[in-house]
């Protein structure tokens, strides 16, 4: 079946630094990328996504990357905050489906002081 | 607007046991979402409907049958439970394909 693979699992910046989490999907009719956050025990929400007829996009802070030959996707996150500690997820949709999205396993955001 | 909301917010069933979880938007959203998230597995797509009077699966929808009954209410159902089921259960809805603003989310435990 198709799946979406997150690196790293875990993730610990020092405070003001970049952090980069990367996703790699399997089905090449994936054309909607999500990426949403979870705080320690609230609900996801979506930061940002993008398309596959974009390449990169970027909002404030954060921006995501798409590389459609390889499959690829990464999320970036600069000058890093406290508030950025989080768990992020990164999803693809299912072929040209914006409605099934399968999902990648998390990475848990640390911020060092 | 209360966006999306979720009852039970937690439930413990035995195995065999039956329950529903209710799930609710008040913001005209088109499709809704029934999700299972489990420890470092991320979140699993039980089933979803795209519409009011569709229903489609999605990556694991054994064990759960959901109604949609009507555009505001998706509800999911246990028919007998087990203890592969306990999980966190979110439900979603979007304005059609796209962003998905989730509820706070059911905590079930199946003894």
Request: aromatic letters at 10%; a neutral charge.
């Amino acid at each position: 079946g198709e799946n979406v693979e997150q690196h790293p699992s875990t993730l610990s910046v020092q405070e003001g630094d970049s952090a980069v989490i990367k996703c790699t999907y399997s089905d090449s009719a994936s054309n909607y990328f999500p990426w949403y956050k979870q705080e320690l025990g609230k609900r996801p929400q979506l930061i940002i996504d993008i398309r596959s007829n974009v390449g990169e996009k970027k909002d404030q802070r954060i921006a995501v990357t798409l590389n459609k030959t390889a499959k690829h996707f990464s999320l970036h996150i600069t000058e890093t905050q406290p508030e950025d500690s989080a768990v992020y997820f990164c999803a693809a949709s299912i072929g040209i489906s914006y409605y099934q999205l399968i999902w990648g396993a998390g990475t848990m955001l640390i911020l060092q002081p | 607007n209360a966006g999306v909301t979720q009852t039970p917010k937690f439930q413990v069933l035995k195995t065999g046991q039956s329950m529903t979880l209710q799930c609710a938007q008040d913001m005209n959203h088109n499709s809704m979402y029934w999700y299972r998230q489990d420890p470092g597995m991320g979140l699993r797509l039980i089933y979803y409907s795209a519409s009011e009077g569709t229903t489609d699966k999605g990556e694991v929808p054994n064990g759960y049958n959901v109604s949609r009954l009507n555009k505001r209410e998706f509800s999911l159902r246990l028919e007998s439970a087990a203890p592969s089921q306990t999980s966190v259960y979110f439900c979603a809805s979007s304005v059609s394909a796209g962003e998905q603003y989730f509820g706070p989310g059911t905590r079930l435990t199946v003894t």
